[in-house]
C-alpha cells in the first residue's frame, strides 16, 4: 500500500505526465480509503484551473508610454 | 497569400499590452518583457511574408513570442540560481505527514472553488502565493502547466537533469501553493 507521501506525489505527476497502469492501481486502491488524499487531488484540479484563469484575464498592465516609445523607434529603425 | 488587413504598423498598438503582459508573467522582469516584445514585433515583420494567414496575426504573434521565451530561459538558465533543499519545501513535508508517510494534518474541504476564480481578492491572493515561489519553481510550472512545454524540453531548458526530478519539483510546487491557499484564503472564506 502507497504511503499518503507517495499518493500525492502520484496524483501530481498524473498531471504531467501518463503513469504505468500498476501506478494508477495502487493510486486507487489508496484514494478509495483515504479522504485527505481524495481533497489533495481535488485541490491540485482546482489549482490547475486556477492557473489557466490567471493568464486569460485582462490584466492592468500595460507598456508605459515611455516604454512604447522605446521599441517603436527601434523596430522602425529597422 | 494572407489577407494584409492587418497593417504591421498598428502591432504595436494592436498586440503590445498582450505580448507584453504575457512575457512579464513569465520572466517577471520589466526591461526582459519589452525586449522580447520588441524582438518579437520585428521578427513578425520579417516573417511576415510567410504568414500563412491560417491563424490570425494575434495567435502568429503569440507563437513567436513563445519561441523568444522560450530562448531567453535557455540562453539564461546557468544564471538561474538551483533550488536549495528548503525550496522543495522539506520542512513543509515534514508538518504535513508523520514519519511513516501518512497524514499529520487534517486537510481542510474547499467548498464550491470555482465560484472564486472570477473573484479579484482571491486572484490576488494566488498572485502572491505564486511570487513566492523560488524563481526556476515558477518558471518550470508556467512552462509546463500553462504553456505545455514538454518535461524533455523543460529539463532542457531550466537545467533540470532528469525527468523525475522535474515531476518532484513539480509536485512541491504545488503542494506550497495549495498550502498558501489554504492558510491565505480558504480558512478564512
Ligand atoms: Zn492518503
Known amino acids: 500500500m502507497l504511503s499518503c507521501k507517495q499518493t500525492i506525489e502520484l496524483g501530481s505527476k498524473n498531471l504531467d505526465t501518463v503513469l504505468a497502469w500498476h501506478q494508477r492501481l495502487e493510486m486507487k486502491l489508496h484514494l478509495m480509503v483515504c479522504h485527505n488524499c481524495r481533497r489533495y487531488i481535488k485541490h491540485l484540479r482546482f489549482l490547475q484551473k486556477v492557473i489557466v484563469s490567471i493568464d486569460k484575464q485582462d490584466s492592468n498592465i500595460h507598456l508605459s508610454e515611455q516604454a512604447r516609445e522605446r521599441i517603436r523607434k527601434k523596430i522602425f529603425s529597422k | ?189
Open chain 2, 1 to 189: 497569400m494572407p489577407s494584409k488587413t492587418e497593417k504591421p504598423e498598428d502591432w504595436l498598438d494592436d498586440y503590445g499590452d498582450m505580448l507584453y503582459c504575457y512575457a512579464l508573467l513569465r520572466v517577471r522582469s520589466e526591461a526582459t518583457a519589452e525586449d522580447l516584445v520588441q524582438e518579437t514585433l520585428l521578427a513578425g515583420f520579417q516573417g511576415f511574408e510567410k504568414f500563412s494567414g491560417k491563424s490570425s496575426v494575434r495567435t502568429w504573434l503569440m507563437g513567436i513570442l513563445k519561441h523568444k521565451i522560450i530562448d531567453f530561459f535557455r540562453k539564461n538558465r546557468h544564471e538561474q540560481t538551483l533550488l536549495k533543499e528548503s525550496d522543495l519545501g522539506e520542512d513543509l513535508l515534514a508538518h504535513q505527514f508523520d514519519q511513516r508517510g501518512h497524514w499529520s494534518i487534517e486537510l481542510l474541504e474547499w467548498k464550491t472553488p470555482d465560484q472564486h476564480l472570477s473573484n479579484k481578492q482571491f486572484q490576488q491572493i494566488f498572485q502572491q502565493c505564486l511570487s513566492r515561489l523560488p524563481q526556476r519553481m515558477l518558471d518550470l510550472f508556467m512552462l509546463r502547466t500553462i504553456d505545455g512545454v514538454s518535461s524533455e524540453d523543460c529539463c532542457d531548458i531550466l537545467g533540470f537533469d532528469s525527468n523525475n526530478q522535474l515531476w518532484v519539483t513539480l509536485s512541491r510546487t504545488r503542494m506550497r501553493l495549495r498550502q498558501c491557499l489554504e492558510i491565505k484564503w480558504f480558512s478564512n472564506s
